[in-house]
């Protein structure tokens, strides 16, 4: 029997006359398959092709510390579940794990100092390609990951809305350019955003048809994500209001003890979660009373009351130590933010919808506006007659109403708190989890798939065409997509920056197009923490105290340098004016008199065209005379 309603299940209602048609079962199954495999091909050769991120530089060696020596402060700010198991593969190839220097290793630029340690001493000892190599392993542990991922959603909406609706959802799912370019990082993103989306799927199943096994899995989800990331603690508010959807959708005669059974049950969930998080740091330090921390930020400094220092936090004390951390750089700001020419320690509160709007194809935007808008016209046609559904669905399929909350509440909550707790405005990979449950709604366009709403049909098809070749048109570098409204790839760096579009990962990529012009040398100002040299680039870097200092020309006012003949490679974030610490050979030359104010060093280029953007994130430009 249906939990909320009392009434038979959905298979027991026989199915409407408007039920798209779709595929045979086995058919839809061999369909998902060979989108996933071609998906994972996509991704796992793409990714070839680039230099490691500036996060994923310190999670690869962070994570593998983890498994071997079972400490877990190394890049404490996340949790280390999802590292653990992307670096499981390093416990094969065996890289060189150096000594950590003393210090705090939660602090500050730690994580990256150890791991430019990491990469020197494995380029020293097995060369550049063995490096690549490691970095390959793990990035490939997140193909695997996001395939599974794609796998629940197609699941999902082949649940909801038939063979068709899961199709199309999963296969806009794989050709979204943002997508494809963090399946591919050995970062916490994707893992975060797979068991986050696991976790509302399985409450969702829970909630709707209680089992002993649906309970345990939701509460397994729900610890996985939050040993990943800490963003997960969303998921407690979306937990709570599918259970009060629950509650109304059921009879008023049986809320009362459903209550008491949903609480059970959210109980032994909670309890759940505290033993994944536990394990996740090998059940190391807990239990540590609330008064004997130190904290920094505003919101644990908030809870840790005088009168509640006794008691006893049920969670690793590396755990809580991160998330008190992490909370301060949301708070704060960890770096000035960058929109549009402008910069702000606050942040502004539209950055992320406005960014995923610049970063997604426009056909498929389009799609979504257009599913959007029907679901408001099916609802206000619910509201005129009130008894019946005219859009094929049993109007007490609490499944599908359930499901569909999930997905307001899925997009509705994260974004909230990106838009308004937050203020570190650096790139879409903030509000991923978000992405499965925009897919997830336009599994409903299946629907449209039927004979007699031909020209709905192909209207999808074409949009699906559409996102598709815009898609592929930028492989490999699906990290700096941007649609036309942001200028596309060559001027979307004006608009955004940081992860959005330059993360480090060009160098292959930039070696190739010096080779490909015959250059033997650059100056070059690079964002990120890889070593150019260990890429073939023969490299001087155009900055104060830099190897080619020399080729700045003092200049005044609002442009301090002018720069001498030559080829120049300038990152996009250094370009627009992020403060960073730029690789000169193995040392550090800061960009930028403070980290936490903007730089001006290169503002002498902005007003000119580049030759070329190399993967969406290095400009080269060729100067011939300095006084043009």
Known sequence: MDLARGNPRETDIKRQPSQPSSPP????????????????????LSQRSKSPTVDEFAHVPAGYMGLKSARFDLYGKTPPLARSLFTLPLLLSQPDLPEPPPG?????????????????????????????????DARLMVVAMTVVLGAVLFIWGRRLHGAAGGIIALTLFTLDPNILAHSRLATVD???????????????????????????????????ALATKFTAVLLAPIGVGLALVTLLLAPPARRRALARHLAGGLMIMTVTVLLVVNAAYLFGDSMKLLGDYRFRSQALNLVQQPWLAWLPVPLPADFVRGF????????TGDFPNYFNGRWSRQGWWYYYPVAWLLKTPLPLVALLLATAGLAAAQALEWRRHHHTIHVGLPPKDSLRRLSAWAVGLGVAIPMIAACFFNRLDIGVRYILPVYPFLFLSLAGLGRLCRRREPVAAALVMG?????????????PHYLGYAN??????????????????????????????LERRGETEVRLAYFGHAEPAAYGVNYTVPLPGGSGADALIPGQGRIPYTFRP???????????????????????VPAGHTLNEPQEIFAWFRKRTPDMVVGGSILLFRVEDPSQ
């Open 25 to 44: 079962p086995a058919v839809s199954w061999w369909i998902a398959g060979v989108i996933l495999v071609i998906f994972a091909l996509n991704a796992g």
């Open 104 to 136: 705090n290793r939660m602090a500050g630029w730690y994580p990256w100092t150890y791991a430019t340690g990491f990469f020197h001493a494995n380029v020293r000892h097995h060369g550049v390609d063995f490096v690549q190599r490691v970095y390959r």
């Open 190 to 224: 994707m893992a975060e955003t797979l068991f986050f989306f696991l976790a509302v799927a399985a409450m969702v199943a829970w909630f709707h048809a209680p089992t002993r096994l649906r309970l345990a899995l939701a509460g397994l989800a729900c610890g996985a």
């Open 324 to 331: 008190d951390a992490q909370q301060v750089d949301l708070e």
């Open 463 to 475: 949009a699906i065409l559409l996102t598709a070749v815009a898609t592929v048109s930028v492989y």
């Open 484 to 513: 036309l409204l942001a200028g596309g790839m060559k001027g979307g760096w004006r608009v955004l920056s940081n992860s959005n579009n330059d993360w480090g990962q060009d160098l292959p990529a930039l070696a190739q197009e």
């Open 566 to 588: 030559g080829l120049y490679a300038i990152s996009a974030n250094l370009l627009v004016g992020l403060p960073y610490q730029v690789m000169d050979h193995g040392r550090w």
